[in-house]
Nanobody
Framework: QVQLVESGGGLVQPGDSLRLACAAS????????IGWFRQAPGKEREGVSW????????YYADPVKGRFTISRDNAKDTVYLQMNSLKPEDSAVYYCATGPSPLAGWDILVRPHEYDYWGQGTQVTVSS
């Protein structure tokens, strides 16, 4: 049974950092990709960052490039999203997800509807 559990969200000030964690079970991280997505009130869910299972390659959405870093610890079955220089517009519920074919290209991996399994989400609020 595939399960994803996010943690690490919270209330921080602009410029602060947070590290989100996505604990995975029921599948292997070195095979399936993990994507981080976020959804703010009244907005569509958007992709943030992705890490491919096969080779650990990573990809970032433009709004977070240079500020966010995705990584994984296979021994702990956990994927992390290190978020630095946070901005108020980063405020959202953050979700991790998995499901696309391991052979899928980045053009597929960035699409939320390609993912079958989602965590419950963790709230990130950036406010002064």
């Amino acid at each position: 049974q595939v399960q994803l559990v996010e943690s690490g969200g919270g209330l921080v000030q602009p410029g602060d950092s947070l590290r989100l964690a996505c604990a995975a079970s029921g599948f292997t991280l070195d095979y399936y990709a993990i994507g981080w997505f976020r959804q703010a009130p009244g907005k569509e869910r958007e992709g943030v960052s992705w890490i491919r299972g096969s080779d650990g390659s990573t990809y970032y959405a433009d709004p977070v490039k240079g500020r966010f870093t995705i990584s994984r610890d296979n021994a702990k079955d956990t994927v992390y999203l290190q978020m630095n220089s946070l901005k108020p517009e980063d405020s959202a519920v953050y979700y991790c997800a998995t499901g696309p074919s391991p052979l899928a290209g980045w053009d597929i991996l960035v699409r939320p509807h390609e993912y079958d399994y989602w965590g419950q989400g963790t709230q990130v609020t950036v406010s002064s």
